[in-house]
């Protein structure tokens, strides 16, 4: 029997690309389905998130961050631009947020149809797999067909539908905080939450408990 999943995941989130492709890959060797529920980061949520936080936070994400991706081989850069629009200097988020809204609906209208855990896992490596300009040009085409969709149909649906996606990813942010978190990655399997990209084995383990075979 196919067991299911939900990842909650945010396009802002290093830890969530860097969870994203091992779970994208569990799901195409086992006998899984893994459904993307994609959030507003912390910037949108929460916009003096940054500025609250201690010194010390930013410094040691960014080490943290890129000795997982070097412990795991995971292609790994600094976002060119980032998706959040943000002054380095103040840490204040800028009230426009042209990037993270145009490819958070991208994803959820990808989830729609079943595909969002391969759009988010191909977009993530351009975000943070050091694209330069991956807003741009026909980077994000490309990555939404190898995630086999058609940007043209996902991009009318975000310009046409913004509003009904918008509910959909606030509702995906509360049904994460319903399971009993609030970050992201946190995968939520039966009713329990994995939160972090340190926990995909223990996932992998309670989902093998539980029957999963491979495909």
Avoid at 105 to 124: N, P
Avoid at 127 to 138: A, P, V
């Amino acid at each position: 029997m196919t067991l299911t999943a939900d990842l909650y995941f945010s396009f802002r989130s290093p830890y969530s690309y860097l969870a994203v492709g091992r779970y994208r890959a569990m799901a195409e060797e086992y006998d899984l389905d893994i459904a993307l529920r994609p959030v507003w980061p912390l910037a949108i949520r929460q916009p003096d998130f940054f500025e609250r936080n201690h010194p010390n936070w930013l410094g040691y994400t960014m080490r943290d961050m890129m000795r997982v991706a070097q412990f795991n081989s995971i292609p790994f850069g600094p976002p060119r631009p980032d998706p959040i629009v943000q002054d380095v200097a103040t840490r204040k988020i800028a009230k426009d947020q042209p990037h993270i809204r145009r490819v958070t609906r991208l994803g959820q209208a990808a989830a729609r149809r079943g595909r969002g855990l391969a759009f988010a896992h191909e977009a993530g490596m351009l975000i943070w797999g050091g694209q330069e300009g991956w807003n741009e040009g026909n980077h994000l085409a490309k990555a939404t067909g190898r995630a086999a969709l058609d940007f043209a149909t996902l991009e009318k649906e975000v310009e046409a539908d913004k509003e009904a996606l918008d509910a959909e990813i606030a509702a995906n942010q509360q049904a994460l905080e319903a399971a009993g978190h609030w970050g992201v990655p946190t995968l939520v399997f039966e009713g329990e939450p994995f939160f972090g990209q340190d926990r995909i084995e223990m996932v992998k383990w309670r989902m093998e408990q539980r029957g999963m075979q491979k495909r």
